[in-house]
C-alpha cells in the first residue's frame, strides 16, 4: 500500500533530523580542535575568531551557532579537558600497579603535555576562572570529581590508601593538588609546573600511605573474601553406648 506523502514526509524527517545534528556536532568540534591548536601555537590573546573558523573551514558567520561568546568556547574546551582528565583517572583505578606508579603517571603526564605548550598557560588560567553553573567539573557531584572519588575508592578497598580519611576529603586534595600546581603555573613563567606536579604527587603519597598493620589488615581481608571457604565437617553424633557408660559412672 502506497504511503501517504505527509506520512512519507514525516517518517523522513527523523533522518535529516539526526543528520543535521551529524554535521552540527562535527562543525563544533571542528571549532574546538582548531582553537586548541591556534591558542598554543599563538596564545588566546592573538588569536582571532576568524582564524579559528578558517582552520576549522566553518563561516565566520556561524561561530555563534555552537558558541555565544569566547568565554562559551574556553567553557567548551574545559570540559573536553575534564572528559579526559576523568578518563585517565579511570584508566589507572584499574591499573594493577601499585598507588605511586600510577598517581605519578597522572600527575607527570598533565605536567609534561602542558610544559611544552608554554602558550597553553593563558588559556589554562582562563579556564581556572570561569564560573561554572553548578560549580566546576572538580566538584564532588560533577565528571571530574566523581573520577578523583572512584580512584580513592579503589585505593582504599585494595589496602593502598588510608583508610583515617573519608575518601571524598582525599578525593578533593588529589584535585586540589592538581589545581594549585596549575594556577600556579597560568599565573607566572618562573613556575617549573612539572617540578611542581611531581612535589604534589610525593606529598599525596605520604598522606595516603596507611599505617603498616592497616595496609596488612586490609590486603589479608581483601584475600580471604576472594578465597573460597571450606565447608564445615559435620559433627560427628555421640553414640548411645557411651552415653548409657556415663550415667551407669553417676
Not at 604527587?201 to 589479608?220: Q, V
Request: aromatic fraction near 6%.
Amino acid at each position: 500500500m502506497p504511503q501517504a506523502a505527509g506520512a512519507e514526509v514525516e517518517a523522513r524527517e527523523p533522518r535529516v533530523a539526526n543528520r543535521f545534528e551529524r554535521r552540527r556536532l562535527r562543525s563544533r568540534a571542528a571549532l574546538l580542535d582548531a582553537a586548541i591548536e591556534l591558542f598554543q601555537e599563538k596564545g588566546i590573546r592573538a588569536t582571532k575568531l576568524e582564524e579559528i573558523c578558517d582552520r576549522a573551514d566553518i563561516a565566520p558567520r556561524t561561530f555563534f551557532n555552537h558558541f555565544e561568546t569566547r568565554e562559551h568556547l574556553y567553557e567548551a574546551i574545559a570540559r573536553q579537558r575534564a572528559e579526559q582528565t576523568a578518563a585517565q583517572l579511570d584508566t589507572l583505578r584499574d591499573d594493577p600497579r601499585g598507588l605511586a606508579p600510577r598517581l605519578n603517571d597522572l600527575f607527570t603526564a598533565i605536567g609534561s603535555y602542558l610544559a611544552a605548550r608554554p602558550l597553553y598557560r593563558e588559556l589554562v588560567g582562563e579556564m581556572l576562572h570561569l564560573r561554572h553553573d553548578g560549580g566546576s567539573e572538580a566538584v564532588r557531584s560533577r565528571l571530574l570529581g566523581q573520577a578523583a572519588l572512584r580512584f580513592v575508592q579503589v585505593g582504599v578497598a585494595r589496602g593502598q590508601i588510608a583508610r583515617r580519611h573519608r575518601p571524598e576529603v582525599l578525593a578533593d586534595l588529589l584535585l586540589g593538588a592538581l589545581t594549585i600546581a596549575l594556577s600556579n603555573w597560568s599565573a607566572g613563567e618562573d613556575y617549573d609546573l612539572e617540578e611542581g606536579l611531581a612535589g604534589a604527587a610525593a606529598a599525596l603519597l605520604d598522606l595516603f600511605a596507611p599505617a603498616p598493620r592497616e595496609g596488612a589488615a586490609t590486603k589479608a581481608s581483601a584475600k580471604s573474601a576472594m578465597s573460597p571457604k571450606k565447608p564445615k565437617s559435620p559433627t560427628k553424633p555421640k553414640s548411645p553406648t557411651s552415653e548409657t557408660k556415663k550415667n551407669k559412672r553417676r
